[in-house]
């Protein structure tokens, strides 16, 4: 028997039970695997943000991407990893409020929002609370864009707020993204990859090994987005020229710029009560001795 790359002779590492986003702004990161391009070196559960949250914070998951709002809730339980992110310089496209008044018009309206994103809900409430000085009331329902095509104020993520920006007037669809750049200056992160604690202080390896095998399937998606606009095509039928725009407006680098607007969204976020301490936001070191 030989030595692995934590040096401990006969040690047969375990796959980490991952998660994956259920939506079409992943396959950026995940086509490789898809195409059988790139292994996976643990095993993939495709979710909706909210379910993988619970999951990983469960302890379901041993490594997950998991939504920022809900990684700063649960810091000291988790391992924030580097390299990766789901969000954007600005306008994000797949976050978005769509409702026939403007957010500063909204103190006591109520505002129905899905269960599958807690960190679009949460800025929601930062801009409307911290920007525009209102506070509505929400409501959770399972099809909020059916609402807002009834003319309510509605969040909506994912592909619901794309359907949202298609259908209905761009004067009635305000992009969370734009808005927080606007008022910040910052980037959007919306969602990170971390890893439960006691599994990263067990297999610091396999954590690391599973990271390397994200970036390098996007890597490989980067050099290849005819590929990743044809699987999105696919999935999900957009106006041709859709994908091409909206995956060149997401940013998945987890870079010095997207770590400073998850560390300006945390100190919102403590600043209206929603978490109760500011975490560190930024990444932890993976590397192990080999």
């Known amino acids: 028997m030989g030595l692995d790359a934590a040096g401990l002779t006969g040690y047969h590492r375990v ?21 059988g391009a790139i292994a996976y070196p643990g095993t993939l559960h495709a979710d909706v943000p909210a379910r993988l949250n619970a999951m990983l914070v469960g302890g379901e998951l041993d490594m997950s991407p998991i939504s920022a709002f809900s990684w700063a809730q649960h810091a000291r339980e988790l391992v924030l990893l580097p390299d990766l992110c789901i969000g954007a310089r600005d306008e994000v496209v797949s976050v978005v409020l769509a409702s026939p008044q403007p957010p500063e018009r909204l103190d006591g309206a109520r505002i129905f929002v899905t269960s599958e994103s807690a960190s679009g809900a949460n800025l929601l409430r930062v801009l409307l609370e911290r920007r525009y000085g209102v506070r509505p009331r929400y409501e959770t329902c399972d099809d909020p864009l059916e609402r807002a095509r009834e003319g309510e104020p509605a969040l909506l993520i994912g592909d619901r707020a794309i359907d949202a920006l298609i259908e209905m007037p761009r004067e009635n669809v305000y992009d969370l993204g734009t808005l927080w750049h606007e008022w910040t200056g910052q980037q959007t992160v919306f969602a990170v990859w971390a890893a439960r604690r006691e599994v990263f202080e067990r297999d610091a390896a396999a954590v690391r090994d599973c990271m390397h095998a994200l970036t390098d399937a996007y890597t490989w998606s980067r050099s290849r987005m005819d ?27 987890f870079h010095f710029a997207a770590q400073r607007g998850l560390e300006a969204f945390c100190r919102e976020l ?12 930024f990444p932890e070191a993976i590397g192990v001795p080999a």
């Open 227 to 253: 590929y990743v606009v044809a699987e999105a095509q696919r999935v999900r039928q957009r106006p041709a020229g859709f994908y091409e725009s909206y995956y060149a407006k997401l940013n998945f680098t």
């Open 15 to 35: 796959k980490l039970r991952s998660g994956r986003i259920r939506y079409t702004n992943d396959l950026p990161v995940y086509a490789a695997f898809d195409a």
């Open 270 to 281: 403590v600043a209206i009560g929603a978490i109760d301490t500011l975490p560190h936001a």
